[in-house]
Each structure stands twice: as C-alpha cells, then as structure tokens.
T-cell receptor
C-alpha cells in the first residue's frame, strides 16, 4: 500500500532554534495534514493543506504542500520547550474520501 | 465541548478475553474512525463509519468488530484478545469530506491496551 516517509526520525535542538522536517511519498496526495502528539495524548491538528504549492502558517509553524504533490514540509521557528513531541504527517491520496495515510512521525526534543 | 472522548484510558486483558472500547464525540460529526498506533509505525485504520448504522473495514480489521448505533458513539470490540493486539487505540471523527478536499480528523486521547 501507500506509505509516507518522515525525515528526520528524531531530532534534538536547542531552544530558540528553527526546525525543519518533511514528509515524502512515491505517489501523489491531494491533502496533507500535520499533527502533533504529546505523550499520553492524541494527535492534535496543526495545519491542513489542500493545494499544491500552498504555504500555510499557524503561529510559529509553517507548512507547505509540495509542488510535486508527493511531499510536504513543516517548519517551526524559534522553538520552545513545549514544542517537544511527535509530529505526524498524514496524506489523503484520493480525489474524494477520507482514506488517510499516516507517516511514522518525527520525534522532536528541545534542549534548554 | 469535550471533542472526542475515549474510555477506558488503560486496560490489561488476558489472551482470549473480550472487551469493548467506547468512543463518544460531541461535534456532530458524521464520520468516525478507529486507529491503532504501534511503535515506529504510522496510525493504521481498523474500521470506520460514514454515518449512524454504517461500518466499513479499514486496513487492519481482523480480530475487531465495531458498531455505530448512535451518531455520537462508535464502539470497538475485541472478541478474543491476542498479544498482537497490544497497542494504543485512537478514535477519531470528522465532517463529511468536501467535493474536492478531505476533512481533517479530530482524535481522542487514546486507550492503551495490553494483552498478556
């Protein structure tokens, strides 16, 4: 079946640094979603992307829908301790439907 | 609004026992889903429902059953638990997708199930 790859798998950064992570696929997706999961909780939606090339921000977070429609990127600026968690991408490959495929996640640790 | 609420939060079963996980949402969403989350893997869809009284199989349905008797509730059942079903289970809900765009999923806080 379709798979999503996320890079990096994990990262350690200093507080205040910017963060970049990506999600790639071998097939085309029509919707990209980015979620954050804190320990012991469910994923929380950060950003939704619906058009190739779309760039959307949510506070210090910015995500882009790749032009090839096979990838998406998430950037976090000026990281803070509460950014710690696992970031998941999810793609929806169909023209119509809710058949989401989830990536394995990027684990972010922020060092004070 | 509570959003999506899952009960219980934790459960330990012996092999062969049965149990039901309850999911309730107060957002008037038509669609509901059950996913499992295992280390190093993305969330995998078990079953889903596009409306009251309807259910459908997802990617990994074997060993599970579901029911959607009321719009706001979606139950996940394990008839005879196996160690391979040790996982964290997430319920989610969403609006009906648009003609050209999917609707984001809203997740509960999960149920951690251990089968010994």
């Amino acid at each position: 079946g379709q798979q999503l790859n996320q890079s990096p798998q994990s990262m350690f950064i200093q507080e205040g640094e910017d963060v970049s992570m990506n999600c790639t696929s071998s097939s085309i997706f029509n919707t990209w979603l980015w979620y954050k999961q804190d320990p012991g909780e469910g994923p929380v939606l950060l950003i939704a992307l619906y058009k190739a090339g779309e760039l959307t921000s949510n506070g210090r977070l910015t995500a882009q829908f790749g032009i090839t429609r096979k990838d998406s990127f998430l950037n976090i600026s000026a990281s803070i301790p509460s950014d710690v968690g696992i970031y998941f991408c999810a793609g929806q490959p169909d023209n119509y439907g809710q058949n989401f495929v989830f990536g394995p996640g990027t684990r972010l640790s922020v060092l004070p | 609004n509570a959003g999506v609420t899952q009960t219980p939060k934790f459960r330990v079963l012996k092999t062969g026992q049965s149990m039901t996980l309850l999911c309730a949402q107060d957002m008037n969403h038509e669609y509901m889903y059950w996913y499992r989350q295992d280390p190093g893997m993305g969330l995998r869809l078990i079953h889903y429902s596009v409306g009251e009284g309807t259910t459908a199989k997802g990617e990994v349905p074997d060993g599970y059953n579901v029911s959607r008797l009321k719009k706001q509730n979606f139950l996940l059942g394990l008839e005879s638990a196996a160690p391979s079903q040790t996982s964290v289970y997430f319920c989610a809900s969403s609006l009906i997708p648009g003609r050209t765009r999917a609707s984001p999923l809203h997740f509960g806080n999960g149920t951690r199930l251990t089968v010994t």
